[in-house]
């Protein structure tokens, strides 16, 4: 069930992100901020849509893309640790933001080349919208670390903090590299190189200091760690379908 | 007796966008084709944005268009490949936003010039707007901020 497995990374990551960020909603710091982010974790559950859906389709068990959302415990989530993270500052959720779509854009690009048509087809719907979601948290990243002292320091602060976090991104295992293998995914260790280019870029721009160090957190991906924090969040998301099993409105 | 495809087209181009009532989900470019399946008339609908809310109405929408037409065995079928992209907005679409105030898609990534006073001084407020299809721009000679149709 390889591919079922990486159906699930790709629309955990999109679900536990779009619902992070829409803890956003009612508390942007100006108007066009809570509107952007409402917008990009939108983007996020339509794709979340699309992908469990798919996974759904190809577990042949009769469960839904509904199904996989709310009915999964912390264990069977495959999200990376970066996007479980808690939102902080406005400053430290869109550099979680962009860790996350500097990565997501290039591997929904290579994805629409897939040996499957399915995955090719949601990859291609979905890069068209992380290329504006990359767009604006790249240049919000660099306005705020190029701006004030205040605001420089603690973007340097969710650098420090969440840097650890992105080697998860490129850490593949046997899935990566059956999928490899058969065309149907890339092996997102080859996507590395030019991954740490581009933030490179970005946080010169953004007089940003990318930490020294190769540690990494891992166990997101694979689902063998998440921190305690995917807990709190799948207690809120999944609450009313657990309280009232098959509730519809 | 079957209605002719062009009475079909004519019918479904009478279905407003749910948000921007100007244009109709044909001018949208989202309707992609139909076909008959026995007495079945399945209608193909591409999403315009992934999470947009307004595709579950819209489907909705078409639905009930064509049964008030006579029409009761209607399926819709979300179709996501090939992508949804602005460039299958009608020259009719196109021109009906410009008139509602809002800019059409322009293939620079940004609007041409103010739908209210014409000016080519315009600058960007955000990149996202009121809805997943717009963003936010200003124009710097009249001064009023107007919505934009995101090129996609």
């Given at each position: 069930m390889d591919?079922f497995e990486?159906?699930?990374r790709?629309g955990d990551n999109?679900l536990?992100?779009?619902?992070?960020i829409?803890?956003w909603c009612?508390?942007?710091?100006?108007?066009e901020e809570e509107i952007?982010l409402?917008?990009?974790?939108?983007?996020?559950?339509?794709?979340?849509?699309m992908w469990?859906?798919?996974?759904?389709e190809v577990?042949c068990?009769?469960?839904t893309a509904?199904?996989l959302a709310m009915?999964?415990?912390v264990w069977?989530?495959r999200n990376l640790l970066l996007?479980e993270?808690?939102k902080?500052?406005?400053?430290q959720?869109?550099?979680?933001?962009?860790l996350?779509?500097?990565?997501?854009?290039p591997?929904?690009?290579?994805?629409?080349?897939s040996?499957?048509?399915?995955?090719a087809?949601?990859a291609?719907?979905?890069?068209?919208e992380?290329a504006y979601?990359?767009e604006?948290s790249?240049m919000?990243?660099i306005?705020?670390g190029?701006g004030?002292k205040?605001?420089?320091?603690r973007?340097?602060a969710?650098?420090?903090?969440l840097?650890?976090?992105?080697?998860?991104?490129?850490?593949?295992?046997d899935?990566?590299?059956?999928l490899?293998?058969?065309?149907i995914?890339?092996?997102?260790k080859?996507l590395?190189?030019?991954y740490?280019?581009a933030?490179?870029?970005t946080?010169?721009?953004?007089?940003?200091t990318i930490?020294?160090?190769q540690?990494?957190h891992?166990?997101?991906?694979?689902g063998?760690?998440?921190?305690?924090?995917?807990g709190?969040?799948?207690s809120?998301m999944?609450?009313?379908?657990r309280?009232y099993p098959?509730?519809?409105w | 007796m079957?209605?002719?495809?062009?009475?079909?087209w004519?019918?479904?181009?009478q279905?407003?966008?749910?948000?921007?009532?100007v244009?109709s989900v044909?001018?949208l470019?989202?309707v992609?084709?139909f076909?008959?399946?026995?007495d079945?008339l399945q209608?193909?609908?591409?999403p315009?944005?992934?999470?947009c809310?307004?595709?579950?109405?819209?489907?909705?929408?078409?639905e009930t268009a064509?049964?008030d037409?006579?029409l009761e065995?209607?399926?819709?079928?979300?179709?996501?490949?090939?992508?949804w992209t602005?460039?299958w907005?009608?020259?009719?679409g196109r021109?009906?936003?410009?008139?509602y105030g809002?800019?059409?898609?322009?293939?620079s990534g940004?609007?041409?010039?103010c739908?209210?006073?014409k000016?080519?001084?315009v600058e960007r407020i955000s990149q996202f707007?009121?809805?997943?299809?717009?963003a936010?721009w200003?124009?710097?000679?009249c001064?009023?901020?107007?919505?934009y149709f995101?090129?996609?």
């Open positions: 591919v990486f159906l699930c790709m999109t536990v992100l779009g619902s992070r829409s803890e009612g508390h942007g710091p100006a108007l952007a409402a917008n990009t974790a939108l983007d996020l559950i339509g794709q979340t849509q469990l859906g798919l996974a759904a577990e068990r009769g469960r509904d199904d009915l999964r415990d069977d989530f996007v993270q808690p902080g500052d406005f400053g959720t869109m550099m979680r933001q962009y996350f779509d500097q990565f997501h854009l591997y929904l690009e290579a994805l629409v080349t040996s499957d048509s399915r995955i087809g949601v291609a719907k979905a890069a068209k992380a979601h990359l604006r790249r919000t990243v306005a705020l190029d004030t205040e605001s420089n320091n973007m340097q969710a650098l420090d903090l840097w650890p976090y992105a080697g998860e991104m490129f850490a593949s295992d899935v990566d590299r059956s490899a293998k058969a065309g995914a890339p092996d997102p080859d590395r190189a030019q740490l280019e933030v490179g870029w946080m010169e721009e953004a007089t940003l930490p020294e160090g540690f990494c891992a166990g997101g991906r694979t063998a760690r998440h921190s305690e924090h995917l709190h969040l799948l809120t999944q609450w009313l379908q309280a098959g509730a519809t | 079957r209605p002719s495809d062009a009475d079909i004519a019918w479904l181009d279905v407003p966008d749910p948000e921007i009532p244009i044909v001018d470019g989202i992609r084709d076909t008959w399946e026995g079945t209608v193909a609908v591409t315009t944005y992934s999470g809310p307004a595709t579950t109405l819209i489907a909705l929408d078409i064509l049964r037409r006579g065995d209607v399926r819709i079928q979300t179709r996501i490949a090939p992508p602005t460039d907005l009608s020259e009719k021109t009906s936003l410009e008139a809002i800019a059409a898609p322009q293939p940004g609007p041409d010039r739908p209210l006073c000016s080519d001084e707007g009121s809805t997943p299809c717009k936010q200003r124009c710097q000679s001064l009023e901020p107007f919505d995101k090129c996609l």
